[in-house]
């Protein structure tokens, strides 16, 4: 699995995405208070660019005019058919053990550790000012 470094922390707010390109896949990066999540930018129900869907929240009901809402911003809503899926793991909410988006891991490092690699060479004192979004493709 390749790392890709896609964005700066702060490129993407709380609640906020990011439509990236890693190893030749489009993925939309969302930023869920602060946690990152990484989904395939393709609906598997006829290939919507999910980026461009609504961020919406989870409506349970126990009975008929007894609603609950809870989750906001954390699922999303694909713009052709409506079709919703989990953020935070690609399930859809109809048929979560069959129909899912493609999930990458995603997390943020430090841009210290990124620039350290195998080989040593004379090096000159930087100085680091922000954190990055990496997806693991």
């Known amino acids: 699995m390749a790392r890709h470094v896609v964005a700066a922390v702060d490129e993407i707010p709380p609640g906020g995405r990011k439509l990236v390109e890693a190893d030749g ?3 939309v990066v969302f930023n869920l208070g602060g946690e990152f999540f990484a989904l395939l930018d393709r609906c598997p129900h006829q290939g919507s660019a999910l980026s461009g869907g609504i961020l919406c ?4 009901s126990d009975e008929p ?7 906001a ?3 999303l809503r694909c713009p ?3 079709w919703e899926f989990d ?7 109809f048929d979560p053990r069959r129909t899912k988006v493609r999930a990458f891991p995603a997390h943020v490092e430090p841009g210290a550790a990124l620039v350290e ?3 040593q060479a004379e090096t000159f004192p930087v100085k ?3 954190d990055y979004v990496v997806v693991d493709v």
């Open 25 to 27: 896949k489009k993925i």
């Open 57 to 60: 929240g989870l409506t349970l």
């Open 65 to 71: 005019g007894r609603y609950q809402f809870s989750r």
């Open 73 to 75: 911003g954390e699922m």
């Open 80 to 82: 052709w058919h409506n």
């Open 87 to 93: 953020i935070r793991t690609g399930k859809s909410w």
């Open 117 to 119: 690699g195998p080989y």
């Open 128 to 130: 680091v000012e922000a």
